[in-house]
Each structure stands twice: as C-alpha cells, then as structure tokens.
C-alpha cells in the first residue's frame, strides 16, 4: 500500500501509462542501456535465501543420542547422521562478526522395540540464532530502520542474505519473550505513587486508532486502543492510589485519584492567545499575574528540587491568585475562555505543591511518546494491529531501559526476561540503580549500617545502600511497597509504631523480609537475608 502523495498516477490513457513505466529507472538500466552499454548490465538477482552447500561453519556441535523416548533403552543403531546450520551473529570487544555453526545429530532405531527417533529438531536448512534476530529487531525498534534496509545491511556488511518476512518473524518472536516483562511494567507503573499518561494517533493499514503511554519515572507501557474514549482507563487504573500528571483532556478528570494537569500546556496556550491578541488588556493582566505566581515557584524547583516543605510557602501566593480570578467581571472573550479554565483546573495545576517529587509537567510520557512520534512517520498507515501490538511490546521495555539508563542492545543480548532483573541491570557509576535516583527527594539515601535483632537466622548484608523514608509523608506506603518489591532495604522514621505495627510485619512476611519496629525513636527496619 502506497502512501497517498506517493501513490501511482491513475492515467486515462493507457497507451501513456505504458510509455511512463518504461520510463522508470529499472526499466531503463536492465531492459534499455545495456544493448548500448554492456558494462551497465546488472548482475543476476540473487536468490534471498541461504544456501546451505556455501556456508562454512566456525564450529561443529553433535549432539548426542538420548535413550529410546517409548522403552528407555539404550540400545540402537544409528540410520542417518542431520544437520541444519545456525546463523548467528558473534559479538566482541572488538565488533562482530557472523559465526556459523553445524549442528548435527543422528538418526537412530531402537534396536528392543524398532522405533525410530532422534535427538535434534526436525532438520531444516538454515536456522537464524537469537543474536541475530536481536540485532535485526534492535536496528528496527530502536533506529526506526525500515526492513528493507535493514536486510540490505546484513547482505553487505556480513553476507548473510535472508527475506524480509524473516525480519518480522524476528520482532514477533522478541515481542513474545517479553510479554510477561511487558504485563509486568503495567503492574509496576501502576504501583508508583506517580503516573504520567498521554495519547497520540495512529493509521493502521484499514483504520484509525490511538497509542496509549503510561510512564512512572523509571519505566514506561504503551498500549493500542481502536478509540480516544478512556473508558477503560476506571477500570485498568484501579490500583492506582498516587497522583496521576496528564493534559487537560476531558477523560482524565473522571478518575477517581489525586492529578496534577501539566503547567507547560496551559503556558503555551495563554501565551499564544497574548500573542494573538495583543491589545486585550485584560488578557495581558490575567497571564502577568499568572506568571509573577509561577516565576518564585519554578525558582524553588531548581534550587530545591520537588520538595513540598519548600514548595508549600507558594500556596498562599496560588490561592490568592485564583480567587481573585474568581471574582473578576471579564468582557473579553478569551480572558472569559481562560477564566473559566481557571476556575475548572485551577487547583488540580498546583497539586504538586501538597506532595513531594510530583513534576509540574508532562515530560516523562511525551517523552515516550515522542519516540513512538519519530517511528510513525516511516510506518503510519502500514502496521497491522498485530504488528503494531509487537512493536508496542517491545517499545515498552526499550523505553523502561533508556529510562535507567541501560544500554537497549546489550540488555537484549542479555536474554534477561524478568523485572527485576531489569532495574538489577540499572546500575550508574555511583553504584545506585536508576529506580534509587527516580525517588521523591523525601527518600533519603541512609549510610550503608548492619541490623541486628532480626528474627531471620541468616546473617544480613552489611554493605547494600539502605532508603530513609519519612511516615511523616503522605504516601510513604506506597513508596514502601514500591521499595521491598524490588529487595531494597528501608529505614522508615517518624513511625506509629501503635497504629501501623501490624502493618509493617505483615509487609515483611509477604515478600521474605526481617522487620524490626523500636517504638521507642519510632524507627522501623525493613532488611533482607544475606544468600549463603
């Protein structure tokens, strides 16, 4: 299917359609010039496909015989000897190469019940190995290459000749790898005490849909959905009990959970409609006062960070400000069009003021989105929607990856498969994950210290990095599951050890944790057991 500016003419004549395609630059050079120029003639096509008698393998492997699958014996006699070729790709300190290896086995007969079995596969001519298929997916999904080119690149740069439609069947073989990597993000995101959400559009081959992205900090999970309606959105965001940073589209606001509409939309918006009415007075007035107000604001953000103990001074500012909105007796269209968008969201623009490490923008999910965006312009209106679904997959763990800042292709080769092991993997130079540095600044980073008292009979690691997080905050619950789901020790302060004991022991016990609760300093901590 062609794009329509790039479409073919729809000629009325037919005589000049057939005059336009001779006139095409294949046409030319293969059919034309070389009777004129017989240097200019170009090779024979080349067969896609490998051949097998060509390949030169590195290594051989033999596999051996295992007993007879029906009676156990041990005893049989070898038919024929089989083998296929496994096409790989080596990587080295110094590049990469390609690296062949046989793969053989044999053919045996069950000399006690003559049945026939062997130890391989069923034998095929060529087989591609997973680096491969990481490379090619990698080049696609990250590089935003098209399959063409990327099967042209294999063909030049290390002689391995394959079919596009292999190329595909690389990505829908990654993309069901990490399914259950996928189905884990979701959970994990909607776990966080923070979500980002956007939607962007989408052409499929015979319809239209929307791209939905839901990023906490450190990860990200994009789904498709046939329609803009958020309906769904009750029931999957469910579980969510954090705050949730959007736009203003209307969908969002029917979600029963705490939300912070994103300030940078609502600048652009007002200071457009300045410029485009540049002697409304009453307009200029209003987006004055809305910047003095967010001027000190954004001040305390870059010296402070996210910190409510130093944002909270601004509310009186804040409230000042929208009631004197409020009251105000407008003629202007526009001034009255912005008015009322105070008045609608007006508080749910300064929730971040109340809670610490809540953004005041939407950047992590138009990020995301933003690289979904660059990828649409090679591919809008050729996805299916299951080709759509395993780019989406596999776009939701890259992403996560550039989010703690692990390199995308070596964790693909790495065969990892598990969260966990994921944010594992998210180590910087200062020995902390990314998940360590995407915390509210209320969770302080505690001097690495040995527990004792611990109910568990394991001795605990003494040298693992320890979280300080104040129950003075109000979700220090959440941000405490968040921490022990992926083995972090805690250190909680301020805790009511009456009213939250039980709390913190069953939380232990869930996920295999020594608690211990001193009532006295109203400390609490979380630790784990050191393997033997």
Known sequence: ???????????????????????????????????????????????????AKKLRPNTTVLIPEPPCPKCSSKRFRRITLVNYFLVDLKFMKSGIKKFITKVCWWRCRCVRCNRTFSAGPQPGPTK????????????????????????????????????TSNLCRFRRSLSFEYLSLYNDLLKYILRSPVMHIDETTVRLRDKKGYVWVLTSLDSAFFLYRPNREGAFLAEMLRPFHGVLVSDFYAVYDSLPCLQQKCLVHFVRDIDDDVLKNPFDE??????????????????????????????????????????????????????????????????????????????????????????????????????????????????????????NNINR????????????????MGRTKSGKSAVMQSLPPNAEIA????????????????????????????????LCKTLIKTRQEIELTDFDADADRDWAHSLARRHGAGCQVRKRSGQVIFAFAKPL
């Open 1 to 51: 299917m062609f794009r329509a500016s790039f479409g073919p003419k729809q000629f009325v004549l037919p005589d000049l359609e057939r005059v336009t395609q001779c006139a095409y630059f294949d046409y030319q050079r293969e059919k034309v010039l070389f009777r004129t120029h017989p240097h200019l003639k170009p090779p024979a096509k080349k067969n896609p496909r490998l051949d």
């Open 128 to 163: 591609f190995g997973r680096s491969l298929q990481v490379w090619c997916t990698y080049w696609s999904v990250v590089r935003g290459l098209q399959l063409e080119r990327i099967r042209a690149s294999l063909e030049d740069v290390f002689g391995i000749s394959t079919q």
């Open 282 to 403: 009453e307009l200029k007035t209003m987006a004055q006062e809305f910047s003095d107000v967010l001027k000190p604001i954004i001040q305390s953000v870059d010296r402070f960070g996210l910190k409510r103990r130093h944002l909270q001074k601004h509310k009186k500012n804040v409230d000042r400000f929208l009631s004197s909105v409020q009251v105000r007796n407008l003629v202007s269209p526009v001034a009255k069009a912005n008015k009322e968008r105070f008045e609608k969201t007006g508080a749910k623009m300064f929730t971040f003021l109340n809670h610490d490490g809540v953004p005041w923008n939407n950047n992590y999910a138009e990020h995301a989105i933003k690289r979904f965006a660059k990828y649409r312009r090679l591919f809008d209106g050729l996805y299916t929607e299951d080709s759509l679904n395993e780019y989406l997959i596999l776009a939701s763990v890259l992403t996560t990856c550039e989010f």
């Open 409 to 424: 292709l070596r964790f693909l080769l790495s065969e990892e498969k598990s969260l966990d092991g994921l944010l594992r």
């Open 447 to 478: 001097k690495p210290q040995q527990s004792v008292g611990l109910k568990s009979p394991q001795a605990v690691s003494s040298n693992q990095t320890t979280i300080r997080v104040s129950c003075a905050d109000s979700n220090w619950k959440e």
